[in-house]
């Protein structure tokens, strides 16, 4: 195969919506940036593909041990570095890895920088402010990486954060 999608999803808190499970239906893989929330997510997650996960600053307890605070992963050649918090890299990615995926801040982002795509797919739980709430995809293929972010719809029936935040 010369191009696997690989979904990418951050700060859930505990909530796996269903328009996530959706668009990773048919994903090569997963890869979760952290604030799972719930050791739930994580099993509804590895249901639908194989998932590499980090802990992120608010997932405590026995279930959140087992995760640790930083992975890899290659796909088709490229190297994937996966942290929660993007201001704790603390290795220098160029000609190591061609991305490195992050959440923490709940802002959907994107950037090439130094031959490296630094993503960040946002936050997929609750909202947070007036951010949005989505996830993001990467396209690997044996010469590029490609990132796309996706925005759901807002869905006021959700979560009991959602209702609260109209």
């Not at 950037?111 to 949005?132: C, Q, T």
Request: glycine share 10%; with cysteine.
């Amino acid at each position: 195969m010369t191009r696997k999608r690989i979904g990418v999803i951050s700060d859930t808190h505990g909530l796996l919506r269903e328009q996530a499970i959706a668009a990773l239906r048919g994903v090569d893989a997963i890869i979760h940036a952290g604030d799972i929330g719930k050791p739930g997510v994580v099993e509804a997650l590895r249901a639908i593909a194989p998932l590499t996960v980090v802990k992120g600053n608010v997932d405590r307890g026995e279930w959140a041990d087992a995760c640790p605070d930083v992975a890899m992963t290659e796909i088709l050649g490229h190297r994937i570095y996966v942290l929660h918090n993007l201001k704790e890299l603390a290795i220098d990615p160029r000609g190591l890895y061609s991305v490195v995926v992050s959440g923490h801040s709940h802002i959907p982002k994107q950037e090439h920088k130094d031959g490296v795509l630094y993503f960040n797919p946002g936050s997929a739980g609750p909202r947070r402010f007036r951010l949005p709430v989505g996830m993001g995809m990467l396209t690997v293929e044996r010469d590029r990486v490609h990132g796309e972010l996706i925005e759901f719809r807002p869905d006021y029936t959700s979560s009991t954060a959602n209702r609260r935040s109209r």
